[in-house]
């Protein structure tokens, strides 16, 4: 392969008791998915998934099946969001859990910290009131947190890059202990028998790489889906973004391919700065009215912008090619690669021609 892409991975497919509390009997992102209406004219919505239907993900045949159609089309693993409210709290594990303990599918993975407090509106609901509140406690739960993966770190499965283990950060500078954290790990994982970690912070912001790096982390995942939206709009267009916003009532729309330009930069060329490539944004099957949205992502428009991190990646040494794929199945945000019934396998298809080798 020319490129070691890593997929996002959301567990949030199947019903938890804080679910069937803040929302609904039953609520899984399909709710959100399958409530979604077209909101301008040309707008894609609902989006209806094809071969994988609406899946139930406590169902081992339909994580076979994502890591059976990963493989064929040249991903090399799933990086599976994890979380770790503090104080031993976690949610949304039971898939990822359940993949460990069955030793199934047979097919690379790597964690994902999503160190952040849930709030309503993010979620789909109309308020923006604390959900869950994301913690630091301490020493003492830093230690309880490696020691609760240490199953999964010591998979054979597990991602790794120069043979330690790969593990993402998603706010690295909201940890007010990062520091003490990094140390920390890397003290068990030796104790443990394990190389060490190789720590990945994420970030939306090319002016945080430095920062994150200072603060100890291996490498730096960059996305920058809203690189155009916070620091290229012009005047003109910042002002119109508000008049149709607040005074017709519609979400944020611009164009994919317009947005693609803004994708991938020249940070992305140092060896531990790793791009991120996105299908398509669509967020308003969560946030209605309020959302931004990616109008008319194509298959082969989503080829070009591969194509330009597949350029920043190219002399880099062989562990180091790693583009994170934004997503497998973020269905209610419109950036997922599982095939849907417009277009079927078409987004995989691309993908797979342009990362296999000659």
Request: charged share 25%; aromatic share 14%; hydrophobic share 40%.
């Amino acid at each position: 392969m020319k490129a070691r892409v890593i997929a996002y991975y959301l567990p949030q497919f199947h019903p938890i008791p804080e679910n069937d509390k803040w929302w609904e009997k039953g609520f899984t992102e399909w709710t959100n998915v399958g409530k979604a209406r077209p909101l301008f004219k040309g707008h894609d919505q609902p989006r209806l998934p094809a071969d994988l239907g609406y899946y139930d993900l406590r169902v081992a045949e339909t994580r076979e099946a994502q890591a059976e159609m990963a493989r064929e089309y040249g991903i090399e693993g799933f990086c599976y969001w994890h979380y770790w409210f503090g104080n031993g709290k976690r949610l949304l594990e039971r898939p990822f859990n359940e993949v460990l303990a069955d030793k199934k599918p047979n097919f690379p993975f790597c964690l994902a910290w999503a160190n952040e407090s849930w709030k309503g509106f993010a979620h789909g609901l109309k308020n923006r009131n604390m959900l869950i509140e994301q913690l630091y406690p301490g020493e003492e739960d830093y230690r309880a947190h490696f020691h609760a993966l240490l199953p999964a770190f010591k998979d054979s499965r597990y991602i790794t890059v120069d043979g330690k283990i790969l593990f993402m950060i998603y706010k690295p500078l909201q940890h007010p202990d990062l520091e003490l954290f990094i140390s920390i790990w890397q003290d068990l994982a030796k104790v443990n028998g394990l190389a060490g970690f190789h720590f990945v912070g994420h970030s939306s912001f090319v002016e945080e790489i430095d920062t994150i790096l200072a603060r100890g982390m291996d490498s730096v995942n960059i996305n920058r889906i809203f690189s155009y939206i916070t620091g290229n709009r012009t005047v003109k267009r910042r002002i119109l973004d508000r008049l149709k916003k607040y005074t017709l009532g519609m979400p944020l729309v611009y164009s994919y391919e317009k947005m693609t330009r803004y994708f991938v930069g020249k940070e992305e060329l140092k060896k531990n700065v790793f791009p991120t490539i996105v299908p398509n944004w669509d967020h308003s099957p969560r946030s209605g009215k309020e959302g931004v949205v990616f109008h008319n992502s194509t298959p082969k428009a989503f080829g070009a912008h591969v194509n330009e991190a597949l350029k920043v990646v190219e002399q880099k040494e062989e562990e180091y090619k790693l583009i994170f794929l934004k997503s497998w199945n973020e269905w209610a945000e419109g950036n997922y690669m599982e095939p849907d019934r417009k277009w079927g396998l078409a987004y995989l298809e691309t993908l797979k021609k342009l990362i296999a080798l000659p």
